[in-house]
């Protein structure tokens, strides 16, 4: 039972480029989410999602693409990534009304 | 916009002390989950407390919550050295989606 996991643990990519973060869980929670944390801010929710097939905008969506084609997996994609999106990137899922759990998250620089 | 915002930002304190961190929120909440997060790593989940319980214990750990001054408190007593690190609440408004919302968090040395 490996919990949440992602994938890849640090990145550095140029203004521009394009990338693609992938969460994964073993629990069979419905609901996944993105946040990203950065300096003094604590976590801000990016997109959730209620189940597979599902998708919602957060707090911060903007510059920011996700889907969950199935129920263990939820991408979060930058299509043309910008130095603001400089973050460290968590992902977490869960049951209703339950206990969120975490990954180790992904830290990325954009120069 | 955050929901919760917890209060003080910053807290030093010797070890064997106890620290007392709050965190207030603007609307009703489904419940309110305490995290705790070591610099540069992840969140850690410490105590998930519903809107129908006033208090809740683990290990040195105490949360209690008001719903009618729309607060918790989360306390740890007689500290350690290995209790610094960056404390957070979230809190998940009542109906619809299941959507935690974090504060800014407080960060907690402990000296030993």
């Known amino acids: 039972n490996a919990g949440v996991t992602q994938t890849p643990k640090f990145r550095v990519l140029k203004t521009g480029q394009s990338m693609t973060l992938l969460c994964a869980q073993d629990?069979?929670?419905?609901?996944m989410y993105w946040y990203r944390q950065d300096p003094g801010m604590g976590l801000r929710l990016i997109h959730y999602?209620?189940?597979?097939?599902?998708?919602a905008k957060g707090e911060v969506p903007d510059g920011y693409n996700v889907s969950r084609l199935k129920k263990q997996n939820f991408l979060l994609g930058l299509e043309s990534a910008a130095p603001s999106q400089t973050s460290v990137y968590f992902c977490?899922?869960?049951?209703?009304?339950?206990?969120?759990?975490f990954g180790p998250g992904t830290r990325l620089l954009v120069l | 916009s955050q929901q919760g915002e917890e209060d003080p930002q910053a807290l030093s304190i010797q070890e064997g002390e106890n620290a007392t961190m709050n965190c207030s929120y603007k609307?009703?909440?489904?419940?309110l989950q305490w995290y705790r997060q070591n610099s540069g790593r992840g969140l850690v989940h410490l105590i998930l407390?519903?809107?129908?319980?006033r208090e809740k214990h683990s290990g040195r750990l105490r949360v209690t919550l008001d719903t009618s001054k729309k607060s918790s408190s989360l306390l740890i007593t007689a500290s350690r050295a290995a209790d610094t690190a960056s404390y957070f609440c979230?809190?998940?408004?009542?109906?619809?989606?299941?959507?935690?919302?974090f504060g800014r968090g407080t960060s907690l040395i402990v000296h030993p």
């Open positions: 977490a899922s869960s049951t209703y009304s339950e206990t969120q759990y």
């Open positions: 629990m069979n929670h419905e609901y």
């Open positions: 999602s209620v189940g597979e097939g599902t998708t």
């Open positions: 609307t009703s909440i489904n419940n």
């Open positions: 407390i519903r809107s129908n319980e």
């Open positions: 979230a809190t998940a408004i009542s109906g619809g989606s299941y959507i935690p919302t």
